[in-house]
């Protein structure tokens, strides 16, 4: 039987993915090289999203770069809000007061919790399932509600400073927050029995996209995607920053690094994110919001890498400063990027249905990867 | 035995999310409809940037310090100073673009006379490009009414 | 009350009446009056999908906390006529290097394949145009007509995704045909008929509906039917998420329009097929019986469009296997049965 499939005449044709697609969330251009329906091989064409963030900082203060930083991931805002001014902060050694610190843990954690919705509400769609989207955008609305009261902007918040925050938080944020974590945690129940142990779905993502845990250590994945794999790495546990060893939360990880291991984990993490934020409301602090630094910023010269846990994978920035007020070289490290190179091998050999999956389990989003 | 116990946990799971789209079903939506019904926007929002007066006499407070200008990380703010009768410093020209602007509130933040805030409003669309330049009087005209609030 | 079977038929017996007054060869009445059926039928199922169209619009709205069309007319009731307009007055295009008579044909087959299975469809007491002795499986045969329409509009776009659609959509509909074909034996076995009306006529009270007595064939018609015409979680052909959406890339204009009218009356069939083979037809107390079946179909209207809004879709060869591994031997198993109990 084998002989005689092999005697018919086949051919491989190249399928371009093209830029504009409704699944390759953003603008990537994948080009595959098809057998049939199976894809044999891929190459993925970034930059079409290049906005050269990186050459821009060397002519921006660090006070004017923030608002760019936001633009780096705008679906994690905060976080790149919160790695740039944590760099800036080591370079300078800008201490950061109590209250800061506990704003931007709750800041940050609501963040991570918008950001895995909009994965879920995208990656159900991907799949079929068109109502989970509407769910997701419903709950993101009332954290946008919460971020736009506090700081005035739903998406793009230019929010923490070198040295804190930059407005504090207003009287009634604090039980609007206690209100949405304890309405959001029956949310995640509801969207795990559409999904979870959905035949279809199941059928769909489990086994597929199988990951294994030394090809994602050696391509730099982190993030959810490498949690996936069995492996118990997160950044807040394994070199606490800011102030996370003061939070009891854990670290899910999946067993057979599938695509729905992926899913499942993050599914998680957002409880656990609820978790920590209504930690972190019952025990602010009063205090000072940001420690004053000169009008113009003039950080000692040399060089700082920091990382933090961005909801994506590991986000770092890397500031070489001499002396003046504009940085000279900023570099960019993003989860994305190196997630995105990943793609090429666990997609070989599967097929085109299931690398809409597998690309959607991955969570990548172009802004980060091009920048 | 096993492949109709999976079955029926099949069709259970399925029936179970199918419970959950049917229970939003009958509740009421959530969706306000745009041009009737409006968001009131909470008072920190930054919307368009306005320009702020003194409620007495109606002058503006800027003293084209260019405080603002240095500080625009995109550059969409162009002041040209003068000198008004009283000899204090004024702007002559205060041009925005509201095309290039981010909407980041630095202006708002660095300057020290309360002279100039985002206010929340946002339907500023127009099919001509040279309308989303605003001048000083469409300025003082956006912000007329507020009052400033400083950063805590 | 209002039977309007009745009063067709009373319609009838005045023409004949008149039509031998003026000496005329009843020929031309028949004529006349499969005609005006034809067109009454017509506009049934343009009202019909009108309507669905609007109310799955409205249905996903508000499973998604949303309301859905709000300002063309109350509650948007005017929204699926202007986008009738819309899509008339769109630019009909025809790529240059298609078949320029397969391709305008490919929709007329679709939609008249709907068409023509109304005919054994029985709204209520006496409404029905042609009660067939083979029914039901005039109906079967006719509805495979599909096939070649979307066979043809996938092969004469000349464009290798619509080809890939095509095939797929046609694979999809031959498979499922087999455990759509064995449920509908069990209702057959049952009633020992295969004409609409007796099927209809056999199910007079709630406890002789066929579903109290064949559950697992209403499950697996219900579900071969959904594969059938192409909905979630079987709409691989027509999905956009997949690399491509399938045979009707290249179509516009009122050809694409002809397609989505042919998928909502396939729809409403279906609906109306399980009505009468399973829910008991037009049997009902109090209201005229084509109220009655109505009301039946537009609820199995409403479950086929909450599992499009509820659930993933499968991928095409999950599908096949799903059609071949399963619901077969299961159709059979319950053939058997039948048989064996009845």
Redesign the interface.
Known sequence: MNEQISEIYTEEFFVNMGPQHPSTHGVLRLLLKMDGEVVLDMVPHVGYLHRSMEKIAENRTYYQYIPYTDRIDYVSSMFCNQVFCMAVEKLANVPVPERAEYIRIIMVELNRIASHLIWLGTFSLDLGAITPFLYCFREREKILDLFEMVCGQRMTFNYMRVGGVSRDITPEFVPMAKEFVNYFLPRVDEYEDILTNNPIFLSRTKGVGLLDQKIAIDYGVTGPSLRGTGLKWDLRKEEPYSIYDRFKFEIPTGENSDVWDRYIVRIKEMRESAKIALQALERIPEGPIKTKTPAVFKPPAGEVYLRIEAPRGEMGFYIVSDGSPKPYRVKIRTGSFSNLTVLPIISRGWKIADLVAIFGSLDVVLPEVDR | MNIIKRTF??IY??L???????K??F?P???L?YPKERWT??E???GMVGLLSDPETGKLNCTACLICMR???VRAIQITQTKDEAGKRVPDEFVIEAGLC?????CE?SCPFSAIK?IPKYEFSTFDKKKLTHKKERLAEIGKGSKYNK?? | MLELGQLLENIYLWGESLFTQWGIPLFWLELLGMLIVAVIILAFISLSVLFMVWWERKVSGHMQSRFGPMRTGWHGWLQTIIDAIKLILKEDTTPESADKSGFLIAPIIVFVSAFMAYICIPFGKGLIVKDLNIGILYILAITTFTVIGLLTAGWCSNNKFSVLGGFRSAAQIISYEVPLTLSILGVVILSQTLSMQSIVNSQKHIWEWYIFRQPVGFLIYIVAAIAEINRVPFDIPEAEQELVAGFNIEYSGMKFAMFFFAEFANLFLVSAIATTLFLGGWNGPLLPSWIWFFIKSFFLVFVIMWFKWTFPRLRVDQLMGFAWKFLLPLAFANLILTGLLA
């Open positions: 946990y099949g799971n399925l179970k999310g199918m419970k959950i789209t049917i939003y079903f509740k939506a959530i969706t409809q926007m909470p920190r929002s930054r500080n625009c990380p981010i909407y980041c509130g630095i933040e985002m950063w805590s």
